[in-house]
């Protein structure tokens, strides 16, 4: 049997990192199970390229980022 696969599109990355109810309970959710959480390189393209990033938002990024695939 196949290993259940999500795709993570740049705004629901944001909505997590800005602390969205509904986004981190969805994708915290997601994140505890056996299963393959891929970012397409657009959508970390487009995350390290927001404008006024600061450090913490930076370090929020480079976390999920490392988590996924």
């Known amino acids: ?6 795709i993570l599109d740049t705004n629901t990355v944001i909505y997590y990192l800005n602390g969205d109810e509904k ?9 505890k199970k056996d299963v393959l959480v891929y970012v397409s390189v657009i959508t970390e393209l487009e995350l ?3 404008s006024k990033l600061g450090k ?4 929020g990024i480079n976390i999920l980022l490392k988590t996924v695939i």
Do not use: G, R, V
Request: net charge negative; hydrophobic share 45%; aromatic share 10%.
């Open 23 to 31: 986004a981190s309970f969805i994708l915290q959710d997601i994140l």
């Open 56 to 59: 913490q938002e930076l370090d």
């Open 48 to 50: 390290l390229s927001l």
């Open 1 to 6: 049997m196949e290993k259940q696969t999500y």
